[in-house]
């Protein structure tokens, strides 16, 4: 292979060379011939300068003596100069007295030297004689044509870049031919060499060394390529050998992967038959979910029917005349009756959960309200122990949420009356807050506490914090693992710290939406601006556990608050215990507007009626209602049931139908029912039912779910079915509480939807909500 001219290596670093020095050779020449320019200007004024010298002395005896024809020989010497173009003798007075000139040559590169030195010079010198030093005789006027110099300095720049150029150019022919005998034709025998070598055994040529280049660098590349040859030919030598080898593999091999197909379709249908063993254990599972769902709703009907006729029987046989020693057995028979009834609640919440069949609700309502109901709920199990129950809402926290209300109350109920019942001295306090689109519970209490090895297991179905907990204080374990169930449902975070004797700290962070921003910390009603400019007198100690409570919701509606000793006026707040004479002097004796009481201990506070009554933990709606009538006012909720219009159609008698085949529930029920003021007709099952509304007229249905012969499902169809039944009030009566169930009996055709054990006051709210007007 033969590269052209062009691609040589040794024709491009000629090229490369050349180009160099010639770039570099014209830099020079451009020095020279610039200092040349300035040596030619300064030897051009210099020349004239002592041609006029010379001229001076003669001039000035011809301008003294006033002699004409001596003169125009004088000026006819320096125009023999050859770039004087033109000269003169001037006198004093400005005249000319000779002058001499001649025309300037015509060159194609005069415009050059103009450029250069320009066109034309004018020298001039003043005459004198010697012995007259002060008489002006004239002076002697020279012009030059410059461009005598300026040819005389391009012929010299000319010779000096063409010279460059020719000692460039044979500078770029001697390298040319070094370059092609040291560099280019010992490599094109290298690569002549190389282009022999043949495809199919590389490995038998060498490379020759040239002459005279075994120890530069073309003799080293050619002992380098020659090394490469010699690995290439082991490495050949190598290659047929592992080609030989794997032949002989190759047969191992297709003989192990027939082997493996073999093995791997034996696997692959154990694993179908597995799969088919996992399908079945599937279904097998769900099978038993099933049955678990239903016997646990089973159990819950059985379990609950007889644990209400238990229930209600006691209720009733309470309601009569029974002596002391009676009545204590029968509430003690009663609330063991509904800690068996608590239990059976969390133990199917806790079943319903883990089966993920437990539904929550998304509908708004009020956190301050189920917050101060359960706060109430518990007020008098804190005050039969001696503890303060302390509400701590923070008044800026939104009025409505979204979320379930029922779960959220059974969270909160646990967490406080757990607090309560390892709580003996001290206080319990609930917090609630808002931040970040998240409501924070905290329940804080002074209790026992807990171990380090206790915060690991309270979360953990039928186990407490030690064995001492249960022994001395009894319990099942299941209320805080139904509380982390239910926060999980909700998509929140329930959290605990505590330490052995001193109090737990539950905080639960709950992500509900809030409904309605409504302007915080505002009732529904408008602060009266009396309240506002008398202010309220706040006679509670610092230490006091509700005092925080009652100062933050006052000055979130600003109402000012002052001290009772230093400002004897506006509405005084003072808290008061049994037996405190000196406090209810000073409030029967307060100068300002009224006097509001605040008791956390449910003691009677005879004898001053007079005064308003705050009962604690704080409810805001009480404590305005409070503050308005100690200051004269009425609250607005007060003026409007003083013209409100008490409904009568849900108070009326009412002709019921109760559909139970439980012999002491129909009991429980109709006493209830009669109690109330209604009357009640019974049916064993759903076909009596259906005979019974034939034959009479009823207001309202209470229909058992699960019954012999006809259930209540079937028969609320069948009322459905009947135009004149389709306005008929049916609401379920059942002990079933699996998830489901009130859909089944929407879904049927009833009204609505109610569990036993029966419970007076839901039992007559719900009548009074579907009950005919």
């Known amino acids: 292979m033969t590269n052209t001219f062009k691609k040589r290596l040794s024709y491009r670093l000629t090229r490369d060379t050349l180009l160099v020095a010639m770039a570099l050779g014209l830099v020079l020449n451009l020095v020279q011939i610039t200092l040349d320019y300035f040596s030619a200007r300064d030897g051009m004024e210099a020349e004239i300068n002592a041609l006029i010298e010379i001229s001076h002395s003669p001039a000035s005896q011809i301008a003294y003596n006033i002699d004409v024809r001596l003169a125009e020989e004088l000026l006819d010497g320096l125009l023999r100069h050859p770039a004087t173009i033109d000269a003169r003798i001037i006198d004093n007075e400005g005249h000319t007295m000779a002058a001499a000139s001649q025309s300037s040559p015509v060159s194609p590169y005069r415009w050059l030297s103009d450029l250069l030195f320009g066109d034309s010079r004018a020298f001039s010198s003043e005459l004198e004689v010697r012995q007259l030093a002060n008489l002006p005789l004239g002076e002697l006027v020279v012009t030059i044509d ?34 092609y005998l040291v560099l280019t034709r010992p490599m094109m025998n290298v690569i002549s060499a190389l282009s022999r070598v043949s495809a199919d055994s590389p490995e038998k040529i060498r490379l020759p060394v040239p002459a005279r280049h075994e120890q530069d660098e073309i003799g080293t590349m050619v002992g380098i390529i020659n090394q490469h040859l010699e690995t290439i030919d082991s490495s050949l030598e190598q290659l047929r050998d592992a080609e030989s080898a794997i032949k002989n593999y190759s047969n191992q091999l297709e003989q192990e992967v027939a082997d493996r197909t073999r093995e791997i379709s034996d696997k692959n249908e154990a694993l179908q038959r597995g799969n088919r063993a996992l399908v079945r254990a599937k279904e097998d599972a769900v099978r038993r979910a099933r049955s678990r769902a239903n016997f646990l709703a089973s159990m819950s009907h059985e379990i609950r029917t007889p644990l209400n006729g238990v229930l209600g029987m006691l209720g009733v046989a309470l309601e009569g005349e029974l002596d002391p020693v009676q009545r204590n057995r029968l509430e003690i028979a009663l609330n063991a009756g509904e800690s068996l009834l608590g239990l059976l ?36 199990q804190a005050r039969a122990k001696g503890i303060d129950l302390v509400s701590e809402i923070d008044p800026e926290l939104p009025e409505t949420f979204l979320g379930d209300p029922t779960r959220t109350r059974q969270i909160l109920n646990n967490l406080i009356s757990n607090a309560i019942k390892f709580t003996d001295a001290g206080h319990v306090k609930i917090k609630a ?12 209490d002074t209790g026992i506490g807990m171990s380090r090895e206790g915060l690991h297991r309270i979360f953990s179905p039928f186990s407490q914090a030690d064995t001492d907990t249960t022994r001395l204080y009894g319990g099942t374990g299941l209320g805080l693992t139904l509380c982390r169930q239910l926060v999980e449902r909700m998509h929140g975070q329930i959290m605990v710290d505590s330490r052995e004797g001193s109090g737990t700290h539950f905080t639960v962070t709950l992500p509900l939406p809030v409904h309605e921003e409504a302007e915080p910390g505002v009732t529904a009603q408008p602060i009266p601006e009396k309240l506002r400019q008398i202010g309220v007198a706040l006679a509670v100690p610092p230490s006091h556990p509700h005092r925080l409570a009652l100062e933050s919701q006052l000055r979130a509606w600003e109402i000012p608050v002052r001290g009772a000793s230093r400002h004897p006026e506006g509405v005084l707040l003072s808290t008061i215990d049994t037996g405190d004479t000196e406090t209810l002097a000073f409030a029967d004796n307060w100068p300002g507007e009224g006097v509001i009481l605040a008791e956390a201990r449910g003691n009677s506070v005879g004898g001053h009626t007079n005064h308003q009554i705050l009962s604690l933990p704080l409810r805001r709606d009480e404590l305005y209602r409070c503050l308005c009538r100690a200051a004269g006012l009425m609250p607005a909720e007060e003026a409007q049931e003083e013209h409100k219009e008490v409904p009568t159609g849900a108070t009326r008698p009412l002709q019921i139908l109760l559909v139970e085949d439980n012999q002491v529930n129909q009991l429980v029920a109709s006493s209830l029912l009669k109690k109330l003021g209604h009357r009640v007709d019974h049916a064993e099952n759903g076909k009596r039912a ?48 699996m998830q489901g169930d009130r ?31």
């Open 433 to 444: 807050t808002h931040s970040g689109g998240s409501l924070r519970l905290e329940v804080i």
């Open 743 to 773: 859909d089944d009996c929407i879904a049927a055709g009833m009204n609505d939807y109610i569990t036993k054990p029966y419970n007076r006051d839901e039992l007559r709210s719900t009548i009074s909500r579907w009950a005919p007007r």
């Open 345 to 380: 609640n969390d133990i199917l919440d806790i079943s319903k959960v883990e089966a993920g069949k437990l539904n929550l609700e998304h509908i708004p309502f009020s956190m301050r309200n189920l917050i101060e109901e359960c706060a109430t709920l518990h007020s008098q």
């Open 146 to 179: 410059t461009f005598h110099y300026g040819l005389q300095f391009l012929k010299r720049a000319a010779y000096t870049l063409l010279s460059g150029l020719l000692k460039s150019l044979a500078l770029s022919g001697a390298l040319l031919a070094i370059f």
């Open 690 to 737: 259906l005979e019974a509304l034939r034959n009479a007229s009823y207001d309202l249905v209470l229909m058992d779910c699960q019954m012999p012969v006809m259930d209540g499902y079937e028969a609320t169809r069948r009322i459905r079915e009947n135009p004149d039944w389709k306005d008929l009030p049916v609401i379920a009566v059942t002990a079933n509480v």
